[in-house]
């Protein structure tokens, strides 16, 4: 079994800046996949970024030049966000798509974490 722990969210300001962070643990033999999702109420959940284990990174239209998704080796996931707005404002999971025993592949999912911007 695998566990993703995310840390990180809370409450800012506009333009302000926080860091969400998403350990994965368990039995764990490669980490192909990594991406941040959320979810506002109302809405449907959407990708936000991704980082695939080459290195190459994905971040929708809204959120270049704000957020920054990263990796350790120690399969961590970072997302840097910069100059918040208001509509950042959401439940943000971490997901990750695991190669375990036997070469299966699972995708997990984190447990969510807030996100508040206020105007």
């Known amino acids: 079994q695998v566990q993703l722990v995310e840390s990180g969210g809370g409450l800012a300001q506009a333009g302000g800046s926080l860091r969400l962070s998403c350990a994965a643990s368990?039995?764990?033999?490669?980490?192909?996949?990594m991406g941040w999702y959320r979810q506002a109420p109302g809405k449907q959940r959407e990708l936000v970024a991704s980082i695939v284990s080459g290195g190459s990174t994905l971040h929708i239209d809204s959120v270049k030049g704000r957020f920054t998704i990263s990796r350790d080796n120690a399969n961590t996931v970072y997302l840097q966000m910069n100059s918040l707005k208001p509509e950042d404002t959401a439940v943000y999971y971490c997901?990750?798509?695991?190669?375990?025993?036997?070469?299966?592949?699972?995708?997990?999912w984190g447990q969510g974490t807030q996100v508040t911007v206020s105007s």
């Open positions: 368990g039995i764990i033999f490669e980490i192909n996949y």
């Open positions: 997901t990750a798509d695991v190669v375990g025993l036997r070469a299966s592949k699972t995708t997990y």
